[in-house]
């Protein structure tokens, strides 16, 4: 027998999922469906099989394409378009029910309105319209009560107790790790660079240390495919063969050696997010999909921004979206970003204020680090980097709301890939304790 919980939470799914699938029903015969897409946050759909039709709807509508029966046979898979509508129940007008279905959507998780949603959708009765609005005007679930110190003392205090407070996730650097005591669920880090400089490197290697730890990582990549993030950074970090070898014909005799680690490689979870061009709906679903612990993100400027006037706001938009779902899910979530071309030409190191595009990215992160590689002083520092097989990677952490801003030295080996804190850096460098200590 179901617990109690589980069968109201499937109850939930049930009323949840008929309700999106109306949803996207009205607007696939509504004589005015762009309208419609209008008005509905991708963020209301639960079910992978809404989202999937809502990306397809908006994808056909962008492209300025009629909808009908028979472009969604042509465009969906069978089994969506069955959902959507063969085995769906003969809907009521747009202009009686979407303005109910906006509030259905919004106040999923009202108990007294999914009741009610239901009764409307078995019978009909357009009564029930107005009694959803009045549930939703007199207990919004977006209301949240204000909370008295001392409740919210002995709730901290509390957890402290019972080992409930935030977990922290470890990059594996220690003087990253020591300014920011660990990648905290709900918050953003971005981590910015010019190409060339790393940074995908440097994403792969926390990713590869924070899942050795038995936590799950979700890596989103719109620069690099799958076989790409797994052939030419992930195996080579952990079985130590270098790059090279897994593009030439001599891998084929080390597949031994690569079978013999295979096991321990599997057992990090570690999820593989390739997507060309992915958007706020896409990082979301992959998210509900893989239930991380931490988000890593390569890279905010190739991503679908939601369209606006300017690039700049598209940008912006974008970057405060991610900081949404950060919070919505409870995830620590990695951005990477790049720097402006200004960064090139200058002997010094990369400030905030290149950050490509937008002043967004500084305002809604709360860490925010600079990776840069000095150009060589001389004939012979350029020979000893050549005849080294590690490249230094600078990183200047230009915002940190936890606490302190100081610079340190990683090294990215050129046969793997791999990254690790430079030896002469152990604990990084920091100056004046009022300078560095970001208040902000």
Known sequence: MMPEDQIKRSKFWDVQHHAEGILLQLIWLSDSPRELLSQIKPQWFMSPFARRVHEITKHLLDAGENLSLVLAHAKMDFEDYSKLFLESEESISVSQFHSCIKIIAENYMNDTIRLLAKELVETKNLALIEQIRSVALDN?????????LQDAVFDVIGKFETGRQKTAYLSGFP????????????????????????KTAIMCQMAYNIASTAN???????????????????????TG???RDFRTARIKDLLPTIKSKFFSLAEKKIWLYDHSYPGLDDIRFAIDQTKPNIVMIDYLQILNAPRSETRRLEVSNLVLGIKTIAKEFGVSIILLAQLNRETDKRLGPPVMADLVETGTIEAASDFVA???????KNKEEIAQRNSSNYKPIHVTIGK?????????????SKDTTAVRQATNSPEGE???????????
Request: glycine letters at 8%.
């Open 140 to 148: 919004s679930v977006s209301r949240k009560e204000p909370v008295r």
């Open 241 to 243: 063969i270098p790059v």
């Open 175 to 198: 003087a990253l790790d020591e300014a920011t005591l660990g990648f905290r669920p709900g918050e953003l880090y971005t981590f910015g660079a010019r190409p060339g400089v790393g």
């Open 430 to 440: 920091e100056t004046d304790l009022l300078e560095n200590l970001d208040l902000g």
């Open 400 to 412: 940190n709301r936890h606490g302190l801003r100081k610079k340190f030295v990683l090294e990215l």
């Open 370 to 376: 600079l990776a840069w590689e000095p150009k060589p």
């Open 216 to 238: 799950t990582v979700l890596f989103v990549t719109a620069e690099m495919n799958t076989e790409d993030i797994v052939a030419l950074r992930i195996m080579p970090i952990h």
